[in-house]
């Protein structure tokens, strides 16, 4: 079965560390890979994603992610955390052939401290 | 619009009443998408419309499920005979190209659905 893993229900890091959000995948072919953030009471905003070519990509509001292939997996990363990063994030794939939809992780909290 | 716009915001409704959920994609965007974000479940697709093609439906729960699409714009996501489990938020995006799956989809807010 197709499935997106995020190991961690929740992260928690000082602001100003380095951060780490997890995904890992199980789906056939080559997948697209996207990042979302949803703060509280808002929909989903996309951050950032892969579809070919150099595996650390940049995003939104200073974060990024590298794609390793052999491991399957999509970690979002951020230099410097900040108190506003707080939310939940979703890590999702997408099949290469069209007509099909995303599949989601089930998200992991991010707790910022100052 | 500048984004996709959901009403209504909030839902509560009793066991057993029909619901509508409205979606208003971002103009121009030809895929339309529900998914339903409920505790414990995390983010479920639901179905799928690509322009003028027939919806994509594999993700419907029950039959007591149903969408359309007008016009090619705007959608209605109905649920019939609602139950407790259906209480959750429904999330709607909508992307360009639907037939480049790399293309990305653009959520609104959400309509957050309580039955009692």
């Known amino acids: 079965a197709q499935s997106v893993a995020q190991p961690e229900d929740q992260v928690n890091v000082a602001e100003g560390n380095p951060l780490t959000v997890k995904c890992t995948y199980s789906?056939?072919?080559?997948?697209?890979l996207f990042w979302y953030v949803q703060y509280p009471n808002r929909g989903l905003q996309f951050l950032l994603k892969?579809?070919?070519?150099?595996?650390l990509v940049k995003g939104s509001y200073g974060f990024e992610a590298e794609f390793n292939k052999s491991q399957t997996s999509f970690h979002l990363k951020k230099p410097s955390a900040l108190v506003s990063d707080s939310a939940l994030y979703f890590c999702?794939?997408?099949?290469?052939?069209?007509?099909?939809?995303?599949?989601f992780g089930k998200g992991t909290t991010l707790s910022v401290s100052s | 619009g500048a984004g996709v716009s959901q009403s209504p915001s909030n839902k509560v409704t009793e066991k057993g009443k029909d619901v509508e959920l409205r979606c208003d994609p971002i103009?121009?965007?030809?895929?339309l998408y529900w998914y339903r974000q409920s505790l414990g479940q995390g983010l479920e697709f639901l179905i799928y419309?690509?322009?003028?093609?027939?919806?994509?439906k594999s993700g419907l729960p029950s039959d007591r499920f149903s969408a359309e699409r007008t016009g090619g714009s705007v959608s209605t996501l109905t649920i019939q005979r609602t139950q407790q489990e259906d209480s959750a938020v429904y999330l709607c995006?909508?992307?360009?190209?639907?037939?480049?799956?790399?293309?990305?989809?653009?959520f609104g807010p959400g309509t957050r659905l309580t039955v009692l």
């Open positions: 999702a794939v997408r099949k290469r052939e069209a007509g099909t939809a995303l599949i």
């Open positions: 103009s121009g965007h030809t895929a």
């Open positions: 995006a909508s992307s360009q190209l639907a037939g480049a799956p790399s293309n990305t989809q653009y």
């Open positions: 789906v056939s072919g080559n997948p697209y």
């Open positions: 892969y579809i070919t070519g150099d595996n």
């Open positions: 419309f690509q322009g003028n093609s027939a919806p994509d």
